[in-house]
């Protein structure tokens, strides 16, 4: 569990570093992240930065979302795995844009 948690933060923290200042500045401010979210759809994650052994991947849609009192920036995307043939593996990231310093990951245990 701890070495998922590890490779979800590995993901993010692709997103925020790969290449782009804005994004590494934005997760350190809500204003600035809010601003930043929707700029997010369409970059590439470098292979390199994941640290897993995938072809890379693409954001494919980046947005403010809101549920209840919670604004968050929600980031859809999806990695290619290293067999050409197999399916992409999709992924949702919901940044809080007043995150709160705690976090907590689920998924489908293996059956989705």
């Not at 998922?4 to 692709?14: D, E, G, N």
């Not at 979302?65 to 197999?86: E, F, H, M, N, R």
Request: hydrophobic fraction near 45%.
């Amino acid at each position: 569990m701890k070495l998922r948690a590890v490779q979800i933060a590995l993901v993010a923290a692709s997103i925020a570093s790969s290449g782009h200042a804005d994004a590494a500045a934005a997760l350190k401010n809500p204003d600035a992240l809010r601003a930043a979210c929707p700029g997010f759809a369409g970059r590439a994650i470098d292979a390199k930065t994941i640290k897993l052994p995938t072809r890379g991947g693409t954001i494919k849609s980046a947005e403010v979302a809101t549920l209840g009192q919670a604004s968050y920036c929600k980031i859809v995307g999806a990695l290619a795995p290293v067999d050409p043939k197999s399916h992409p593996i999709t992924f949702q990231i919901n940044l809080p844009l007043a995150w709160n310093g705690r976090a907590v990951q689920y998924g489908g245990g293996g059956y989705n």
